[in-house]
């Protein structure tokens, strides 16, 4: 199977780019990412990983996916820091994306402008179902854009909603199963 990002698994050629990976919460969007991080390791390229400073539910640093697959990243606390603290990585791999400012989206382009590999993760969408923050954006810009599902957790078919199970009307609220349902289309619009 040719995965989208194999297209970008090259050690000696010049060649930035941009990759996202977007999907409902459990998708394995973190999963994904660490999957394509490692990847590029085995290449010896060198890697670097960024989050935003507010995603500290599993760990301050790491990037941990559901599973507890994770890795070690820079937390940040706007998107520019990126470009200051890249360094000589050649892959760059994001996390929550979706909690970033509005420039994150030039500030990939620059990186892959200068030939850096980038590597996003993030919710296309917040709990009411409306795009979340830079990641349309980020997909238009972007060479290859990876929808994962997660599996409704009320029928089991591929779910592309992050239902809120709490009260909250904000759109950042952290929170994990307690907080959160994968849904499908009819289950998430059933309300139930
Ligand atoms: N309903 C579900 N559908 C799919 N995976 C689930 C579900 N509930 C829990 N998981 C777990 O979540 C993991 C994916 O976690 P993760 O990569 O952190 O997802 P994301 O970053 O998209 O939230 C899966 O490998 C699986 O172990
Ligand atoms: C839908 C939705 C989610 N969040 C929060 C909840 C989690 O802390 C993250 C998503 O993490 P994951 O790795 O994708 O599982 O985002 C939020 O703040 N607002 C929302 O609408
Ligand atoms: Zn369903």
Not at 2 to 22: M, P, T, W
Not at 152 to 163: D, M, T
């Amino acid at each position: 199977m040719q995965l989208s990002d194999e297209i970008f698994n090259r050690k000696n050629e010049a060649g930035g780019g941009i990759e996202v990976i977007c999907g409902s919460m459990f998708s394995g969007k973190t999963e994904e990412l660490i999957r394509r991080i490692n990847r590029a390791r085995y290449a010896r390229l060198s890697v670097k990983v960024f989050k935003p400073k507010l995603d500290v539910r599993y760990d301050e640093s790491d990037v941990v996916s559901h599973n507890a697959v994770a890795a070690a990243s820079t937390p940040v606390d706007k998107s520019e820091k990126i470009l200051l603290l890249a360094g000589h990585a050649q892959v760059v791999g994001i996390d929550e994306a979706q909690f970033f400012d509005a420039k994150l989206p030039e500030v990939c382009q620059s990186l892959a402008n200068k030939g850096i590999r980038v590597v996003v993760a993030g919710l296309d969408m917040d709990f009411k179902g409306r795009p979340f923050g830079p990641m349309p954006a980020l997909m238009a810009i972007a060479e290859s854009v990876t929808k994962v599902h997660a599996v409704c957790v009320k029928c089991g078919n591929p779910a592309l909603y992050s239902y809120r199970l709490v009260p909250g009307k904000e759109k950042v609220l952290l929170g994990e199963k307690e907080s959160y349902e994968p849904r499908c289309r009819v289950c998430y619009n059933s309300k139930v």
